[in-house]
């Protein structure tokens, strides 16, 4: 069974310039969801989409974070300006059902903000 | 808010020694908790999903116990082994879908 997927790994850019992330989630899985890792930090829960649809999106920065799951497979998150502070690896899991399900995560992308 | 503290923030044992990690969470009327493991560069591994109705779960050598009553988890390695060094994580879910997440025990294993 494929994992799921992020691109690009690496990504570096000067404040206040915009970025893209995509995320493939495993064939069938139904809840996708964002996450921010800050070094030296647990992850935090960015958004949560099942299938095309939001069902948390109370810690993300909406004045400049943005994301998008259409037709409930793919997903993209943009960051519209980068501000240093954004500086952290951006996570992508998914999971088969909404509740009590195991999550699994992609490899990650690590954004750099100079 | 439910709030997530891991202790300790670094461990270091031989290899072959028996160990614990703890997690402990502010409020107690949780759905699950979850143990994951992550590799440096990498995301994040599954390693042990616990419903608020269990009190322990088993995967080969490790064994997580939940203690919702008290506010606590714990991860048990038996006889650990280099290949277990890593960041392990705990997370907890008040409604089965979002989870907050602990700041991780760096384990490494001498051998």
């Known amino acids: 069974e494929a994992g799921v997927a992020q691109s690009p790994r690496y990504k570096i850019i000067e404040k206040r310039q915009s970025v893209a992330f995509w995320c493939n989630p495993i064939?069938?899985?139904?809840?996708l969801y964002w996450y921010q890792q800050i070094l030296g930090q647990g992850p935090k829960l960015l958004i949560q989409?099942?299938?095309?649809?939001?069902?948390?999106d109370s810690q993300l920065p909406k004045d400049r974070f943005s994301a998008e799951r259409l037709k409930g497979v793919d997903s993209t998150l943009k960051i519209q300006p980068a501000k240093l502070e954004d500086s952290a690896v951006y996570l992508c899991?998914?999971?088969?059902?909404?509740?009590?399900?195991?999550?699994?995560f992609g490899p990650g992308t690590r954004l750099l903000v100079l | 808010k439910q709030e997530v503290t891991q202790i300790p923030a670094a461990l270091s044992v031989p290899e072959g020694e028996n160990l614990v990690l703890n997690c402990s969470f502010t409020d107690s009327a949780i759905y699950n908790l979850q143990w994951f493991r992550q590799d440096p560069g990498k995301g994040l591994t599954s390693l042990l999903l616990?419903?608020?109705?269990?009190r322990e779960q088993t995967s080969g050598r490790l064994n997580a116990s939940l203690d919702k009553s008290s506010g606590r988890s714990t991860l048990y390695i038996a006889a650990s082994q280099p290949g277990d060094s890593a960041t392990y994580l705990c997370a907890v879910s008040n409604t089965g879908n979002q989870f907050y997440f602990g700041t991780g025990t760096s384990l490494t294993v001498i051998p």
């Open positions: 899991a998914s999971s088969f059902g909404l509740t009590s399900e195991t999550q699994y």
């Open positions: 989409f099942q299938n095309n649809g939001v069902v948390d």
């Open positions: 064939s069938g899985h139904a809840t």
């Open positions: 616990i419903q608020s109705s269990q």
